[in-house]
Each structure stands twice: as structure tokens, then as C-alpha cells.
């Protein structure tokens, strides 16, 4: 099949495998060209592994630390060669290839990471392969979850608390400036989106690993959260995605208080705005993004995912020294991304972008650009043009 993108809303219904493999691949060179952590993790399990911060996280365990790795991941594979693959279908396929190569133990579990099944799936694999985990990376994205002890469906929204919200925004099919307006969530739609993007589950990872004896004594788990800017808060600090990340920090602190009784620590990290398959789909922001994008290349400050992974383990929790956390106790490696320079020119921009402008004032183009790099397209020496297998 000639694969070439299709774009639907703010998703693309194909991937492109060879693509995809040289998106993992150039995301290894980047880290294998950087020092390595010498105080890095050894076994490490990885839940949400195919894209994002999950898998870069996956990629800076295994090839800038030499951890074995275990990635949990819930993807479609190509349909009756019809239909491909998705981007973390392919994407795990690439990492466990390259793994293999590199002589690094790694194994992609591929279910539902919220259900019994693929916890006690992925807890008989550690036991087998790799013995007590000393990280874990929850990096979970899903619109929805099954609650494995009621089996009551939850599903998320993405709307602000207590009023409608109007800003505006962008539409990539048209790259037009839009206005938007989101109702507010009603108490049930900010339950379930927490019941979904919380913590819960964060724990019920920690739990099963408990008790089968698999989590070392200086056990380390991370989770991911994110703060942002002003203009970005009623949808998404202030919004129901708030109230989840509100639940998924509060949960970090009763990690840590209990796994450091062992000598271990629970962190959530605040990583910067980032092109992913979930941020594009959240009204607003990826308009901030495309500005953000231009206001942090011109500083010379600009990180893909992972460049971020790359200064949180190396330069935050792996240094030998004591982690450095702000006042909530969040690592902060959105720290160039909230400079105050940095926001107050976001800020400005952000007041007079215009439909004739907004291709000058914003990075729209790299926008673009990013979000196809997500499902393998537009990377260098891959002919697009050729019959691949999918």
C-alpha cells in the first residue's frame, strides 16, 4: 500500500510504518548522542509507551540508562491489510526492533492498561523477565475507562467548571482563527473525567506490583501533568482536565508518603505544551502551542518530547543529589516555557493574532509539521511514494 495522511478533525487515520520506525530511531540517535545516566533506572515499566512523553520517557530509560523495559499500550493493528496500523502500533514495533538490536531486554504489551487482565498480563512478564522495577512511568491518555472492580464505563470531557468559556482558537483544516465556546461541565461529566484521567489507576498499578513483591525499595514512579499559561486555565487548569490533574497530584503525595517509608518516591513531573494526539484535541491550545512554538525557537528554547524526557531523568531525578521540586512538589521542566519573557511575549501575540497574521505571528507550518511527525510523516529518507507493507 501507498500510505499518505488522512486527515479527519485532529486526527490522522493512518500511520506510516517506515515513517514511524524512523521517528523512534531519530529520537534514540538524539539521546544516544547525549551523556549517559549513570544513575539511571534498571527495570523499568512504562504504562502508556506508544507515543508521547511515554514512549520518549521508554526511549531515555532504555537507551540513556541500558534499563530493561516493559511498555503497556493500547493500539489497533491494520485491518485486513486495508487499513493501518496505528502510530503506536508501529512505533512499539520500531522500539522493541531497535531494543533487540541494542541487546536492551524490552517487551510492548498491547490491551487495556485500566483492566485486571493486562496488569496481571504485565506483572508475569516482569516477574519472568526482569525482577523488582525501581521506575515506573504512568503516562496514561485515554477518553475513556472501565472501572475493573464496578465495570462502570467513565468517559472525559474537555470543559471548563462552573461557566461557558469563549476564546479563541485555531482550525487546522483551514489554519482560520475561530471562536469557540465550551459549556461547563455538569458535576457528573467532572467526576468521570477524574474517574478516567485521575489517579486511581496510578494506584492500582502500585498496588498490583505490591503485592507480588515487584517494587524495589528505592522505587521511583512519575506521573505527567501539565500547569500552562493564563489563557489556557479555564479549559484545562481550571477546567475539567483540572480537576483530574488536581486528583493525579494528590495521588502522587499519597504514593509518596507510603513507598518512602521503603526508601522510595512518587513524583509528578509539569512538562511544556507539546504536540501530542491528546493536546491537539483540546480547544485552544494548540493555537498557544503555534505561538508558543515560534516565541521558543527564536530563544533558541525549544524541546520535543524528547528533549524533555531527556532533562527529566538526567538533570531531575537521576543526578545523585535530592530532586528539586516547587512548592506543590512537582518537578518543573516546564521551566522555559513559563519564563516570564517567554509568556509575556506569548501573551502579547496571543491579544493580536488575526486571521491575517496568524501565519506570521505563529508557527503554524511547524504545527503542522509536528503533528504529522506523530503518525511517521514528513521524516527525512523515507520515500513516501513506495509500496510499503502496513
Given at each position: 500500500?501507498?500510505?499518505?495522511?488522512?486527515?479527519?478533525?485532529?486526527?490522522?487515520?493512518?500511520?506510516h510504518?517506515?515513517?514511524?520506525?524512523?521517528?523512534?530511531?531519530?529520537?534514540?540517535?538524539?539521546?544516544?548522542?547525549?551523556?549517559?545516566?549513570?544513575?539511571?533506572?534498571?527495570?523499568?515499566?512504562?504504562?502508556?509507551?506508544?507515543?508521547?512523553?511515554?514512549?520518549a520517557?521508554?526511549?531515555?530509560?532504555?537507551?540513556?540508562?541500558?534499563?530493561?523495559?516493559?511498555?503497556?499500550?493500547?493500539?489497533?493493528?491494520?485491518?485486513?491489510?486495508?487499513?493501518?496500523?496505528?502510530?503506536?502500533?508501529?512505533?512499539?514495533?520500531?522500539?522493541?526492533?531497535?531494543?533487540?538490536?541494542?541487546?536492551?531486554?524490552?517487551?510492548?504489551?498491547?490491551?487495556?492498561a485500566?483492566?485486571?487482565?493486562?496488569?496481571?498480563?504485565?506483572?508475569?512478564?516482569?516477574?519472568?523477565?526482569?525482577?523488582?522495577?525501581?521506575?515506573?512511568?504512568?503516562?496514561l491518555?485515554?477518553?475513556?475507562?472501565?472501572?475493573?472492580?464496578?465495570?462502570?464505563?467513565?468517559?472525559?470531557?474537555?470543559k471548563?467548571?462552573?461557566?461557558?468559556?469563549?476564546?479563541?482558537?485555531?482550525d487546522?483544516?483551514?489554519?482560520?482563527?475561530?471562536?469557540v465556546?465550551?459549556?461547563?461541565?455538569?458535576?457528573?461529566?467532572?467526576?468521570?473525567?477524574?474517574?478516567?484521567m485521575?489517579?486511581?489507576?496510578?494506584?492500582?498499578?502500585?498496588?498490583?506490583?505490591?503485592?507480588?513483591?515487584?517494587?524495589?525499595?528505592?522505587?521511583?514512579?512519575?506521573?505527567?501533568?501539565?500547569?500552562?499559561?493564563?489563557?489556557?486555565?479555564?479549559?484545562?487548569?481550571?477546567?475539567?482536565?483540572?480537576?483530574?490533574?488536581?486528583?493525579?497530584?494528590?495521588?502522587?503525595?499519597?504514593?509518596?508518603?507510603?513507598?518512602?517509608?521503603?526508601?522510595?518516591?512518587?513524583?509528578?513531573?509539569?512538562?511544556k505544551?507539546?504536540?501530542?494526539?491528546?493536546?491537539?484535541?483540546i480547544?485552544?491550545?494548540?493555537?498557544?502551542?503555534?505561538?508558543?512554538?515560534?516565541?521558543?525557537i527564536?530563544?533558541?528554547?525549544?524541546?520535543?518530547?524528547?528533549?524533555?524526557?531527556?532533562?527529566?531523568?538526567?538533570?531531575?531525578?537521576?543526578?545523585?543529589?535530592?530532586?528539586?521540586?516547587?512548592s506543590?512538589?512537582?518537578?518543573?521542566?516546564?521551566?522555559?516555557?513559563?519564563?516570564d519573557?517567554?509568556?509575556?511575549?506569548?501573551?502579547?501575540?496571543?491579544?493580536?493574532?488575526?486571521?491575517?497574521?496568524?501565519?506570521?505571528?505563529?508557527?503554524?507550518?511547524?504545527?503542522?509539521?509536528?503533528?504529522?511527525?506523530?503518525?511517521?510523516?514528513?521524516?527525512?529518507?523515507?520515500?513516501?511514494?513506495?509500496?510499503?507493507?502496513?
Amino acid at each position: 500500500m501507498i500510505v499518505q495522511p488522512k486527515i479527519r478533525g485532529f486526527i490522522c487515520t493512518t500511520a506510516h510504518p517506515l515513517g514511524c520506525a524512523a521517528n523512534v530511531r531519530e529520537q534514540i540517535e538524539y539521546i544516544q548522542s547525549q551523556p549517559k545516566i549513570l544513575n539511571g533506572p534498571k527495570n523499568v515499566l512504562v504504562v502508556g509507551a506508544s507515543n508521547g512523553y511515554g514512549l520518549a520517557s521508554r526511549i531515555v530509560a532504555a537507551f540513556g540508562c541500558g534499563a530493561k523495559t516493559v511498555g503497556v499500550s493500547f493500539e489497533k493493528e491494520s485491518e485486513n491489510y486495508k487499513r493501518t496500523a496505528t502510530a503506536g502500533w508501529y512505533n512499539s514495533l520500531a522500539f522493541d526492533r531497535e531494543s533487540k538490536e541494542a541487546g536492551l531486554f524490552s517487551k510492548s504489551i498491547n490491551g487495556d492498561a485500566f483492566s485486571n487482565e493486562i496488569k496481571a498480563q504485565t506483572i508475569a512478564v516482569i516477574k519472568e523477565n526482569l525482577g523488582p522495577i525501581d521506575l515506573l512511568v504512568y503516562s496514561l491518555a485515554s477518553p475513556r475507562r472501565v472501572d475493573p472492580k464496578t465495570n462502570i464505563l467513565y468517559k472525559s470531557t474537555l470543559k471548563p467548571i462552573g461557566a461557558p468559556y469563549t476564546n479563541k482558537s485555531i482550525d487546522f483544516e483551514t489554519d482560520k482563527i475561530i471562536s469557540v465556546t465550551l459549556p461547563p461541565a455538569s458535576v457528573e461529566e467532572v467526576s468521570h473525567t477524574v474517574a478516567v484521567m485521575g489517579g486511581e489507576d496510578w494506584e492500582l498499578w502500585i498496588d498490583a506490583l505490591e503485592k507480588e513483591g515487584l517494587l524495589a525499595p528505592n522505587v521511583t514512579t512519575v506521573a505527567y501533568s501539565y500547569v500552562g499559561p493564563a489563557v489556557t486555565q479555564a479549559v484545562y487548569r481550571s477546567g475539567t482536565i483540572g480537576a483530574a490533574k488536581d486528583h493525579l497530584e494528590a495521588t502522587a503525595k499519597k504514593l509518596d508518603a507510603r513507598l518512602k517509608a521503603k526508601g522510595g518516591r512518587a513524583f509528578i513531573s509539569v512538562n511544556k505544551a507539546l504536540v501530542t494526539q491528546s493536546s491537539s484535541a483540546i480547544p485552544f491550545i494548540p493555537l498557544y502551542f503555534t505561538i508558543l512554538m515560534k516565541v521558543l525557537i527564536q530563544k533558541g528554547l525549544h524541546e520535543e518530547c524528547i528533549h524533555q524526557m531527556t532533562r527529566l531523568f538526567g538533570q531531575r531525578l537521576y543526578t545523585g543529589k535530592p530532586v528539586a521540586v516547587d512548592s506543590d512538589g512537582r518537578i518543573r521542566v516546564d521551566d522555559w516555557e513559563m519564563r516570564d519573557d517567554v509568556q509575556k511575549e506569548v501573551s502579547a501575540i496571543w491579544e493580536k493574532v488575526t486571521n491575517e497574521n496568524v501565519k506570521e505571528l505563529a508557527d503554524v507550518s511547524g504545527y503542522h509539521r509536528d503533528f504529522l511527525k506523530l503518525f511517521g510523516f514528513g521524516l527525512k529518507n523515507v520515500d513516501y511514494s513506495a509500496d510499503v507493507k502496513i
